[in-house]
């Protein structure tokens, strides 16, 4: 071979997101576990392969080709499902929504929604746009409509943009708004709320921590993509006007 020829070498977590299996983030995870082999040796974390030349093993199986062409789904995910693949508790998923053609097709969540939360959903098998989508880097941001069980003070909004630690972790919104017909000057039990990151169940903690209990969470944006026109339980094809969308800058305050 010419050694002038450039190399094809890419990172594990690349070539596993790229053939669909998880997302680059879900793929280190394999890889740091031992679960990930190239050439009958137990790949290591930063290691690079050759998709044409390499043999790559994911928990036992060959790595599968990509894609001939990337697939992406907006979903309205229904309350009462798992953002996950298969649960071995014979949970509902979102994945049996799908109509019957893209049950061949390996699709995974850019991006989960706890079971009782719903709203917009990203399904996909493009590896890469997972990782654009939820690297902190990328400030996506993320638009919710949350309603609680019982009236928001006005004068607690600074609490949840500040933040609160939970479980070693830092929760807080990038901006707030009292929304809802029941709304007063100063109280509300409907809020919107924008999030850059997904920690999990990010929102219900941060409302638990300042002593407000959600009743329904729904996710309305991706960055300039808004959820409409969906019903709950159906999902659509986007193109790439779609997609660009997905990956614009932080939405900014309409008000």
């Known amino acids: 071979m010419d050694s002038s020829e450039p190399k094809k070498e890419v990172r594990l977590q690349k070539l596993i997101a790229d053939a669909g299996i998880c997302s680059r983030r879900a793929a280190e995870a394999l890889v740091a576990e031992g679960a990930v082999k190239v050439n009958g040796k137990t790949a290591e974390i930063g290691q690079k392969a050759d998709p044409g030349k390499d043999r790559v093993l994911v928990s036992g199986k060959p790595l599968p080709p990509p894609p001939a062409r990337s697939l992406t789904l907006a979903m309205n995910k229904p309350r009462g499902y798992l953002c996950s693949n298969s649960d071995p508790h014979h949970h509902k998923t979102v994945f049996q929504l799908l109509p019957p053609e893209f049950d061949k097709?390996?699709?995974?969540?850019?991006?989960?929604?706890?079971?009782?939360?719903?709203g917009l959903l990203i399904l996909t098998t493009d590896g890469d746009l997972t990782h654009r989508l939820l690297h902190p880097s990328r400030q996506i941001s993320k638009r919710y409509r949350v309603r609680l069980q019982h009236p928001f003070l006005r004068k607690d909004l600074p609490r949840l943009l500040k933040g609160v630690r939970d479980e070693g972790e830092l929760l807080r919104a990038d901006k707030v708004y009292l929304l809802g017909p029941e709304k007063t000057p100063e109280t509300s039990d409907q809020l919107e709320v924008h999030l850059h990151h997904g920690r999990k169940r990010e929102i219900r903690r941060l409302f638990e921590c300042v002593g407000c209990r959600v009743r329904r969470l729904k996710r309305i944006q991706i960055g300039g993509y808004v959820l409409k026109g969906l019903a709950p339980g159906k999902a659509r094809v986007l193109g790439p006007a779609d997609v660009k969308a997905l990956l614009e800058d932080p939405v900014q305050g309409r008000r």
């Open 105 to 118: 097709i390996r699709l995974f969540c850019a991006g989960r929604l706890d079971k009782e939360s719903e």
